[in-house]
């Protein structure tokens, strides 16, 4: 008897390694280049199809914790305007580029823990954690310079002949002391809790003391703001 | 909590990014580790350079992204030169 006969045949799992890494005697080059390319681009379609699933309002306000978010932001100009053009949950909390689109679809996962965990399941708790839910927000908006307001919010195409003199003024204001959007427009899409001001400029301080990352930014005119409009 | 979060899915973004997939393309092409590490390194220094921050705004990137990116970039190409090990006999 030979000793291949008497060796164990391997476990499946051993079996399916080795065949995966064994050289294919049938297949030919070409065939494996096209069959690779095809099924790579089956793969990242599929990815990227399911990754633009998770971005629709559906998908967003599928929890029963994003109900309240949900019927507050329908009061918003982002929801119903004039103009029909609307800016959904993933149009301002999702960024456009891909390694930070990402970053959040990772980050978001703590959303599902904590609607699993019902963190914020009934109206109190979900006041309770109100103001730390949107520091967390305001920090993230404040360190990007609001990048996803600015995908479709521009300073350089407003008209200030056509905004309002108090948003023309503020706007042009802004642009002089290098502030971002978020600086003025908290609460633009949810209620606002009670002592945001203080937590803005909380958040402001933190981070000014973690990076700074323009040159021109007023700490100081930021806080002048925020003292006038809690006026 | 939310620091770790960020790390997390600053490395995330890194893997299914250009260092991650690039790097082990790259890393694939070469039996050489240290040729797999560099070009997976060098890949991960230019993807922040070359994607990084975005078009509207004027954020400088961070020397955490640097570093996650470089390091993701490393690792990747290694891991693809591993690949060429075992699966290739050239």
Request: proline residues 3%; aromatic residues 8%.
């Amino acid at each position: 008897m030979s000793d291949k006969e008497n060796t164990p045949r391997p476990g499946l799992l051993r079996r399916l390694w080795r065949a995966f890494w064994s050289p294919s005697g049938v297949l030919s080059t070409g065939f494996l280049l096209i069959a690779g390319f095809i099924c790579g681009i089956l793969f990242w379609g599929g990815f990227h199809w399911s990754l633009e699933l998770t971005n629709t309002e559906e998908f967003c306000t599928s929890c029963h914790t994003m109900e309240t978010n949900l019927g507050e932001y329908r009061e918003t100009v982002h929801y119903n305007n004039h103009s029909g053009v609307r800016a959904i949950c993933s149009d301002c909390h999702v960024p456009h580029e891909w390694q930070y689109k990402m970053k959040a679809k990772i980050m978001a996962v703590k959303d599902v823990y904590h609607e699993v965990l019902g963190t914020i399941s009934t109206p109190e708790k979900y006041e309770e954690r109100r103001l730390e839910m949107a520091a967390a927000v305001w920090k993230k908006m404040k360190a990007s310079d609001s990048r996803e307001c600015r995908n479709c919010h521009a300073f350089e195409y407003m008209d200030f002949t056509i905004q309002e003199t108090r948003a023309a003024d503020n706007h042009q204001r802004a642009i002089d002391e290098g502030m971002t959007c978020i600086d003025c427009h908290q609460g633009i899409a949810h209620d606002l809790p009670p002592g945001y001001l203080e937590e803005y400029e909380h958040v402001v301080e933190e981070l000014a003391g973690e990076v700074r990352y323009r040159g021109e930014e007023d700490l100081a005119g930021i806080r002048s703001y925020l003292g006038t409009a809690a006026d | 909590m939310l620091n770790i979060l960020d790390l997390l899915g600053t490395i995330g973004g890194s893997i299914l990014g250009l260092p991650g997939i690039l790097g082990t393309g790259l890393g694939m092409m070469t039996r050489n580790w240290f040729v797999a590490a560099g070009l997976g390194g060098l890949i991960g220094l230019l993807s922040p350079m070359v994607l990084g921050g975005s078009h509207s705004t004027h954020v400088p990137i961070t020397l955490t992204e640097y570093a996650v990116s470089i390091s993701v970039g490393i690792i990747a190409g290694l891991l693809g030169c591993a690949i060429r090990h075992k699966g290739a006999t050239v």
